[in-house]
């Protein structure tokens, strides 16, 4: 099918930091637009003025900065409220809706009353009785009311294009409110004025919404406006197929990003979290999931959080960041008086899940850590020959000039002086002496990693401890 002028939004509520099945959702309006050569557009929808906080709207932005989503426009609904305030009059004054003056301690008694009789409770509509005319003197007088939407009863239909036909009777929703008060709009009254003002013509979103779109779609026809094409996209779930919560993972893409994932693992991540292209490559960069990406495959089930596989793809993309780069982005993660370089880097880096970790990974390489003597000792050898072989070694350490202590001339070299012995016995010795470690990079590499003086400093430092 072809998807003509595609303009699409992601609309958080700044609730909160930016949860990583938003980040989701807005990923897949991005690709969906990107794909169909569509717009993408950031709404903020903070009319809820309590919960909403500037802050989280700024976490928001930069984190989608981060990814590499960017936005064609940008709108924020609190700056909005005159057009909402417009669009609840002419309701109000067409009939379609009416203010309600009915108080908390009415409503509960009616909804107990209701659920008393075995009836599932809903508003009985007494505040529709009330004269237009009358009901504005009331507000006008400082009454309190909320505004609620007159609920034809009928049935509502739309075609997911993800889970197919959804129907829907409207009867037991009842009369339900779209705000507080004409400066406060709700969510289910806003999000439709917007997407139509917008000219939003597909709605991508979590399934969890599935039940706000009667509603949407019955204020959209009382808006005379017309009714874009939706996309419920599958909840995120834990191992254990419940909601996803932090009990299993970071829930925050924040988090993420300070134990140092890189974006483009977590795009990757993200966009195989309920779709998958039809040729099955698992690891793709944002290009190339672009010209993959169908909205009309994704799944309808619940996409499970599989961290594993998230720090395999991180491992992945870190171990292929050039050295500049990954020099760059791991420096961030390491104290500045650390002068890190590449080497040591490329040493561990397949064996990192995040940035973050290599701190611990790389310590040694900064203040050799105190380690057994007993540790020098690969097999049954006597003290005595761990420390004749590593001195066999350090004269060859010490007969190799500067420019040649690199890993493959050392190794050429070390093996060659080798010949037929044991390996072990000359390298084991060898590699716990420059590390500290019963497990490390290899000899080699982390001779090259930490230079001709402080590898001699090292190994006679590990003869020393042999001969004690
Ligand atoms: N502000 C709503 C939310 O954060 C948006 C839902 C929608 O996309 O319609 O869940």
Known sequence: MPYEDVRV????????????????????????????????ILRIEDTDFERSKEEFTQNITTGLSWLGLSWDEFYKQSERISIYRG???????????????????????????????????????????????????????????????????????????????????????????????????????????DDMLMKINYVIRGDDHISNTPKQILIAKALGAETPHFAHIPMILNPDRSKM????????????IDKGYLSEAIVNFL????????????????????KKFDIARVQKGGAVFNSEKLDWFNTHYLSHLPDEKLLEEAKKFLPSEWNVNSKMLNSVKTRTKNLSELKEALAFYFELPEYPKDLLRWKEETNVRVAE??????????????????????????????????????LWPLRVSLSGQKNSPGPFEMMEALGKAESVRRVQAGIRKAEE
Not at 245 to 252: E, G, L, V, Y
Not at 271 to 277: K, S, T, V
Not at 389 to 407: I, P
């Open 9 to 40: 939004r992601f609309a958080p509520s700044p609730t909160g930091p930016l949860h990583i099945g938003s980040a989701r959702t807005a990923l897949f309006n991005y690709l969906f637009a990107k794909a169909t050569g569509g717009k993408f």
């Open 87 to 193: 669009y609840l009059e002419n309701l109000i004054e067409e009939g379609k809706a009416y203010p309600c003056f009915c108080s908390k301690e009415d409503l509960e008694a009616e909804r107990q009353a209701m659920l008393s009789q075995g009836l599932a409770p809903k508003y009985s509509g007494k505040c529709r009785a009330i004269l237009k005319e009358e009901a504005a003197k009331k507000v006008e007088a400082g009454d309190s009311y909320v505004i609620r939407f007159k609920t034809p009863e009928t049935e509502v239909s739309f075609k997911d294009l993800i889970h197919g036909t959804i129907k829907f009777e409207t009867a037991p929703i009842g009369d339900f409110v779209i705000a507080r008060n004409f400066d406060q709009p709700l969510y289910q009254f806003a999000v439709v004025v």
């Open 245 to 256: 919560s932090k009990r299993f993972a970071d829930t925050s893409l924040q988090d993420y």
């Open 271 to 290: 966009a195989l979290l309920g779709w998958h292209p039809q040729d099955d490559q698992e690891v793709m960069s944002m290009e190339e999931i672009i």
């Open 389 to 426: 072989n590593l001195r066999e070694t350090l004269k060859l350490l010490e007969d190799t000039e500067d420019d040649l202590f690199t890993e493959k001339a050392l190794e050429a070299k070390i093996m060659f002086m080798l010949g037929e012995k044991s390996r072990g016995e000359w």
